[in-house]
């Protein structure tokens, strides 16, 4: 189940009537999911992502340091690192994977 489904599990059934008191709460439970959910994605992306993304372009930066080509790169703690290394590649000219 997705957030898009239980969002759209609060609107009434199609063959029922509503009263605007009753969307009005149903609209307002949906905005409080929406706004939970979206909560926890920007505290994720802030406290987890992103200090991993710096570990991994800084680890970038010091490859020519343990290796010429740039071949190894030494991360100095352990963190999620394949979305990042990706992307990050992606921005650096003649890098691959």
């Given at each position: 189940m997705?957030?898009t489904?239980?969002?759209?599990?609060l609107?009434?059934?199609?063959?029922?009537?509503?009263?605007?008191?009753e969307i009005?709460?149903?609209?307002?439970?949906?905005?409080?999911i929406?706004?939970e959910a979206?909560?926890?994605?920007?505290?994720f992306?802030?406290?987890?992502w992103?200090?991993?993304?710096?570990?991994v372009e800084?680890?970038l930066?010091k490859?020519?340091e343990?290796d010429?080509?740039?071949r190894?790169l030494?991360?100095?703690q352990f963190c999620?690192?394949?979305?990042?290394?990706?992307?990050?590649?992606g921005l650096?000219?003649g890098?691959f994977?």
């Open positions: 997705s957030i489904d239980m969002v759209g599990a609107n009434p059934p199609w063959n029922s009537s509503a009263t605007n008191e009005d709460n149903r609209f307002e439970r949906a905005s409080k929406m706004g979206f909560l926890m994605k920007l505290d992306y802030g406290k987890a992103l200090p991993a993304r710096d570990i800084q680890a930066h490859r020519k343990l010429e080509e740039g190894i030494h991360l100095p999620p690192w394949k979305v990042s290394l990706v992307s990050l590649l650096i000219p890098t994977i």
